[in-house]
């Protein structure tokens, strides 16, 4: 479908988007037709393209995937709008106050910290994301629910988008599944994208980064990794206090 066969309120809801990443996306379909995951990683700098795709479809706007080939002639990504009756019914000129009043809801229950990690985070850096994708949930409206929505920072929200894209649910689109997953909900979690794991996400900021670095070295002078070095240890406190 090429931007002429579009209908007029379709391309005119699509320019009414302002967030910058979203309309980095769209401004560049409406000029090209469409944009390959080679084009948001090296013009504008989408370390994991497939979030770019996902922030335009976040919208409600809908975008269909298809191949094209790369510039090593090897197949890759590409994205073009989808059809407009797919649209979903959120209106985008309202998503704004919505996503705001979500994101002071949040910074009231949780404080200004990533939902992942634990820690706090500059307030501009930290990123309302949906607990369950939309693309698994199918909700057509746009929830105005405050328990539908997690605050992460960039580095999590990555890691969240690339896991959940690679998840065996991606294409089950089972809500359940995301129910008991740890990056819908950490606090509380059976499993992380279908996997029998367990995750721990620690953080030395500020002056804790000096005594990272000194766990760090006693671990390679050890000739062990340091994550496996982390869990002896507290392996052996928990047998000193009689847990284990």
């Known amino acids: 479908m090429t931007n002429q066969d579009l209908p007029p309120e379709f391309l005119d809801l699509v320019r009414s988007v302002q967030a910058r990443r979203p309309k980095t996306v769209i401004d560049h379909i409406l000029q ?9 990683r090296d013009l504008y700098g989408y370390n994991h393209p497939p979030r770019g795709a996902r922030d335009v479809r976040e919208l409600g706007i809908p975008l269909e995937t298809f191949r094209v080939t790369g510039s090593d002639g090897k197949s890759i990504g590409a994205y073009r709008f989808g059809d407009p009756a797919k649209q979903r019914s959120a209106v985008l000129s309202g998503r704004t106050a919505i996503s705001s009043a979500i994101k ?6 949780y404080g200004a910290k990533c939902n992942i990690y634990l820690e706090p985070f500059p307030e501009r850096e930290l990123q309302v994301d949906h607990r369950i994708p939309f693309e698994i949930s199918g909700d057509e409206e746009l929830s105005t629910d405050v328990d ?5 920072c960039p580095s999590a929200n990555r890691a969240k988008s690339w896991s959940c894209e690679h998840c065996e649910n ?13 990056w819908a909900f ?22 804790e980064s000096a005594e990272y670095d000194q766990i760090n ?21 928990l047998e000193l206090d009689g847990i284990l």
């Open 32 to 40: 090209h037709g469409f944009v390959t995951t080679e084009e948001l």
């Open 186 to 207: 950490p606090e509380d979690y059976t499993h992380i994208a279908m996997r029998d794991i367990r995750r721990l996400d620690i953080i030395w900021s500020g002056e």
């Open 104 to 109: 002071s809801s949040l910074f009231e229950r």
């Open 217 to 237: 070295a006693v671990a390679q002078e050890a000739g062990e990794e340091l994550p496996s070095f982390v869990k002896s240890i507290i392996r052996r406190r």
């Open 170 to 182: 991606w294409s089950l689109k089972i809500s359940d599944n995301c129910r008991t997953c740890y």
């Open 148 to 152: 539908d929505y997690m605050l992460l």
